[in-house]
Nanobody, 124 residues
Framework: VQLQASGGGLVQAGGSLRLSCAASGRTSNTMGWFRQAPGKEREFVAAIRRSGGSTNYAESVKGRFTVSRDNAKNTVYLQMNSLKPEDTVVYYC????????????????????WGQGTLVTVSS
């Protein structure tokens, strides 16, 4: 499975961005977004299951970010609203062939494939 993320860029605080991640190859039953700042641990952001569309969000983004997917395109999206300067990091998409329970969707170890990352910069 290859993952191609796009949509990062520069935005002012309070603005919005939409990230996309297209998966090629095998069906990805669980897809997620993580982010990582330099020198810090990778942080879970959001994830969604192919079947039923169940989602999981980090507390820090609930109410601001929305994860969705287009199963026909095997693509996952992350709509980010009300962006804050602390959201400035590299965002990575991830995919797994397994349909994980909601609680397991937040673990990096649940995912087998990772995209190359896309940088989001939020200016104050």
């Amino acid at each position: 499975v290859q993952l191609q993320a796009s949509g990062g860029g520069l935005v002012q605080a309070g603005g919005s961005l939409r990230l996309s991640c297209a998966a090629s190859g095998r069906t990805s039953n669980t897809m997620g977004w993580f982010r990582q700042a330099p020198g810090k641990e990778r942080e879970f952001v959001a994830a969604i299951r192919r079947s039923g569309g169940s989602t999981n969000y980090a507390e820090s983004v609930k109410g601001r970010f929305t994860v969705s997917r287009d199963n026909a395109k095997n693509t996952v999206y992350l709509q980010m609203n009300s962006l804050k300067p602390e959201d400035t990091v590299v965002y990575y998409c991830a995919a797994s062939g397994r349909t994980w329970v909601i609680s397991a969707m937040s673990y990096g170890s649940s995912y087998d494939y990772w995209g190359q990352g896309t940088l989001v910069t939020v200016s104050s």
